[in-house]
Nanobody, 127 residues
Framework: QVDLVETGGGSVQAGGSRLLSCAAS????????MGWFRRAPGKEREPLAT???????YYAGSVQGRFTISTDNAKNILYLQMTDLQREDTAMYIC?????????????????????WGHGTQVTVSS
């Protein structure tokens, strides 16, 4: 079981930026497929970004060019740098990990592909 704990959520003005972190334990982020998702009120969980063991990244069209997924392997932390935030980005942001592929994933992965989840951190964007 991978333990994942997100931090960094909060309130931000439209057009602003926010850095989310996801601390992992028991497994190394460098050997897993890692992902960020969000869930807005009344909406389905939405995949945002996937990162594989080679550092390859895959993004949803809604965040491409604005969000960046990355890891600090020494600290075993996954990040999501968010820029140019808009009101429609308001959601609970959740990180996820998949251990079954040894970090080999080559597209934006869906929720069903991940077995391990954090509890999420809320981001609220106001205009």
């Amino acid at each position: 079981q991978v333990d994942l704990v997100e931090t960094g959520g909060g309130s931000v003005q439209a057009g602003g930026s926010r850095l989310l972190s996801c601390a992992a334990s028991k497994y190394s982020v460098s050997n897993m497929c890692m992902g960020w998702f969000r869930r807005a009120p009344g909406k389905e969980r939405e995949p945002l970004a996937t990162l594989n063991k080679y550092g390859n990244t895959y993004y949803a069209g809604s965040v491409q060019g604005r969000f960046t997924i990355s890891t600090d392997n020494a600290k075993n932390i996954l990040y999501l740098q968010m820029t140019d935030l808009q009101r429609e980005d308001t959601a609970m942001y959740i990180c996820a990990a998949a251990t079954s592929w040894g970090g080999h994933c080559y597209e934006l992965q869906q929720a069903s592909d991940f077995a391990h989840w954090g509890h999420g951190t809320q981001v609220t964007v106001s205009s």
